[in-house]
């Protein structure tokens, strides 16, 4: 894993106009050092485009894009209002022409339109999911958590924590519409929070915030019908865990051979093998990460090391990781940061 790294931290600003903290790498010693702070407000969640250039951020006033320079610090090039309520996540389509923004507040997809450079152009869709999930009580309404494109740019599914479904959008890519073409059905309650999606494109994997698990699907098409098929659901936790938990990250490690999620409330990271021609999981552990809601946790791209982003109290905790062990060892001193929400790696150069 040759190469230099920065690590992109979002965080919300209570108080602080710094909602973004650009991190050099440090891959052997398995640390942060800080390199850049970025004025920008309530960074809910950041992604990168496809071509590696350019990097999104959610914002109170919409989204904002940035131009990566050379040694990972950011540029802004442009922003956009999304034409309602704060979002909660963000991704590009794998050519890099249109921005999906999934809206927990409201219930809305919000499509806009890229510029080749980048930039962020007009809003081309806006598609609200309406209903009410298991019960008619506030957190059981349309609450779109995360918006992801299948790897042959085709479909675009928007979990759905509040309606206890995946929803599965065709993509017209000429005019930037969206139409619903299928929907992915989880347990009640279970709550479907993040998607992720095996290199080859074959298998996807969904984590519930509600019932700690992750369900894993084959996807395939049937005609130009998407279809698909649920192959395994596996626990995120231990069979002894703290009551009240809540899954939150899931990310495939840089090599798309691990998956890992956290959970809150248990304050602890899980570890999964995945199968590479079967694409089920294996679970290798779930140790604590000596924090408080872990927002987020990565492999670093050396498979080495893990990052946890403990969002309730203010730190982020570093461990040595030994995969054919199980083991996770805190290697290096916790640092104070507000609230952080997501962390990206990208390789400079």
Avoid: W
Avoid at 135 to 162: I, S
């Amino acid at each position: 894993m040759a190469g230099k790294y920065v690590a992109y931290v979002s965080c919300y600003t209570q108080g602080s106009k710094v909602g973004m903290r650009v991190y050099d790498v440090d891959m052997e010693a398995g640390k942060f050092t800080e390199k850049e702070q970025v004025q920008i407000s309530n960074s809910s969640y950041v992604t990168i485009s496809h071509n590696r250039k350019v990097l999104y951020s959610i914002t109170d006033q919409g989204v904002e894009a940035y131009n990566i320079k050379k040694d990972g610090t950011l540029e802004t090039i442009s922003a956009a209002s999304i034409n309602g309520m704060r979002g909660c996540y963000l991704s590009t389509d794998y050519r890099d022409r249109f921005l999906f923004v999934a809206g927990y507040h409201d219930g809305k997809i919000t499509v806009l339109r890229l510029d080749e450079d980048g930039k962020i152009g007009e809003i081309t869709d806006e598609v609200y999911h309406k209903g009410i999930g298991s019960v008619a009580d506030k957190n059981f309404r349309p609450h779109v958590n995360c918006v992801k494109m299948t790897r042959d740019n085709k479909y675009l599914l928007a979990a759905d924590l509040g309606l206890d479904h995946t929803k599965v959008y065709k993509v017209d890519h000429a005019q930037g519409k969206l139409k619903m073409v299928d929907i992915i059905h989880a347990e009640q309650y279970s709550g479907p929070r993040h998607i992720k999606i095996s290199k080859d494109g074959q298998f996807i994997y969904i984590i519930h915030e509600a019932s700690n698990s992750i369900s894993v699907y084959r996807y395939y098409e049937d005609g130009d019908n998407p279809e698909f098929e649920k192959i395994q659901s596996v626990p995120t936790l231990n069979d002894y865990h703290a009551g009240n938990s809540a899954a939150s990250a899931l990310n495939l490690s840089n090599d798309f051979k691990y998956l890992v999620c956290s959970s809150a409330g248990d304050n602890s990271v899980s570890i999964f093998a995945i199968d590479q021609k079967s694409g089920l999981l294996s679970k290798l552990f779930t140790l604590p990460i000596s924090g408080d809601y872990p927002k987020d946790a990565a492999l670093f791209p050396d498979n080495k090391h893990l990052v946890s982003l403990n969002h309730e109290n203010n730190t982020m905790t570093f461990f040595a990781v030994d995969l054919e062990k199980h083991t996770l060892v805190m290697n290096t001193k916790e640092i104070k940061i507000q609230q952080p929400n997501c962390v990206v790696f990208h390789k400079l150069g």
